[in-house]
C-alpha cells in the first residue's frame, strides 16, 4: 500500500473510531435525559394513555439506526477528503522523489527549491539539496583532476614520441636499439591512447551544454568510412544497415559512441570475423547496435564490461587491443543523453550491444 492510501486508510479509521465512541457517549446522555424527563409507567397526553418505557426504548432504536446511518454517510465523506488531504500533504515528497529520478551522476544541476513554511517537509528537502549539491561538487572536482592530470601526462609522451622518433630515423642506429626504441614507441603510444581515452571519458561524464539533431545513420556512416581507412590487426567484414533516426544530443560524442562500439568490435574479433552495425528506430528511440563475432561472452561478464580498465578474461592488467575504456565510454555517453545502453552475449560467441537514445523534437517513431 502507498503512503497515500495508509494516511487514508488512517484518516477513516480515526474518524469512525471518533464517531462511534461521539454516537456511544450521545446514546447514554440521551437515555439518561429520557430517564429523567418521562416518568416511569403511563402517562397520559390528550386523553391518550403512552407507555414511557415503549416510548423510551422507540426513541433509542431511532437514535442509534439514524445515528448509524449518518456515521457510515459522514464516514464515506471522510475517506474522501482523507485521500485528498494526504495528496496535499505528500505532494512535496512526489515533488522531491521525481527530482531524484530524473537526477543521474552527469546532472546534478537541478533542485528542488521547495517554498512553503518551515515544517519537516521543506528541511527534507533544504537537506536533499544540500546534499546535492555537495555531490555536484565532488564530481566535478574529480572531473578537473582527471582533465588536469590527463593533460599534464599529454606533454611528456609527446615528447617522448617525438624523441623516439627522431633517435629510430638516424641511420646509424643499431638494430638492437631500433628494436627497444620500437617497443618504446608502442607503449608511449599505447599511453597517449590511455591518456586519450581518460580525457573523453571525463568530457562526457560533464552535463551537456550543447544539443544538436544528429541522424545515427550518417554519424555510422562516417564512423564505418574513417574506420575502413585505418589499418587493423585482424581481418573483419563490416555489414552496415543504416537507417534513418535522429537522437538529440552532441555530435562529437555520439560519434565517439559509434567509434568506439565499431572498435570494440572488430579489436575483440576473430580473424575473418564479421561485424554488423545497424541504426534506426526502435520502441521510440533513435537506436545503434553493433554486433561482432569473436570468443563467447559469458552473461555474468557481461555488465562488468562497461567498468572502466575492465577487460574480458583479465582485470585491469595491460593488453595490446586497448586501455579498457571503450564501453566506459560508450555508457558515460549515453547517461549524458539521457539514453540506456545494454549488451547480451551472441549465440556462438561475441556480443551484441545495443543503445537506445531520446528522439530529437519533431522526430516521427
Known sequence: MSVRLRLTVLY????????????????????????????DGLMYSGGRVINTEVLKELTMKQLLGRS???????????????????????????????????????DLHERVALEGPDDEIKELADTFDAMLERLAQAFDSQRR??????????????????????????????????????????????????????????????????????DLAEVAAQVLEQSGRREHDNEVTVHPELTSGTALGDPVLLEHLVSNLVDNAIKHNEDGGEVWVRTGLLDGYATVQVENTG???????????????????????????????GLSIVRSVVLAHRGTVYAAPRQGGGLIVTVRLPLAPGTLA
Open 12 to 39: 477513516g479509521l480515526l474518524f469512525l473510531m471518533a464517531g462511534a465512541l461521539l454516537l456511544f457517549v450521545t446514546y447514554l446522555l440521551v437515555g439518561s435525559i429520557l430517564d429523567s424527563v418521562l416518568p
Open 68 to 106: 448509524l446511518v449518518a456515521l457510515a454517510g459522514v464516514g464515506i465523506i471522510a475517506l474522501v477528503l482523507g485521500y485528498f488531504v494526504a495528496d496535499r500533504a505528500l505532494s512535496p515528497l512526489q515533488r522531491v522523489t521525481a527530482t531524484a529520478r530524473r537526477l543521474s551522476e552527469s
Open 145 to 214: 583532476f582527471v582533465a588536469n592530470a590527463s593533460h599534464e601526462l599529454r606533454t611528456p609522451l609527446a615528447i617522448n614520441r617525438t624523441l623516439l622518433e627522431v633517435a629510430l630515423g638516424d641511420p646509424e642506429v643499431s638494430d638492437d636499439l631500433r628494436a627497444v626504441g620500437r617497443t618504446l614507441l608502442a607503449t608511449n603510444a599505447r599511453h597517449e591512447r590511455l591518456i586519450e581515452g581518460l580525457l573523453l571519458l571525463a568530457r562526457s561524464e560533464r552535463e551537456l551544454t550543447a544539443r544538436a539533431p544528429a
Open 295 to 325: 570468443p563467447a561472452v559469458p552473461a555474468y561478464e557481461v555488465d562488468r564490461l562497461f567498468e572502466p580498465f575492465r577487460r574480458l578474461n583479465s582485470d585491469r592488467v595491460g593488453s595490446a587491443k586497448g586501455a579498457g575504456l
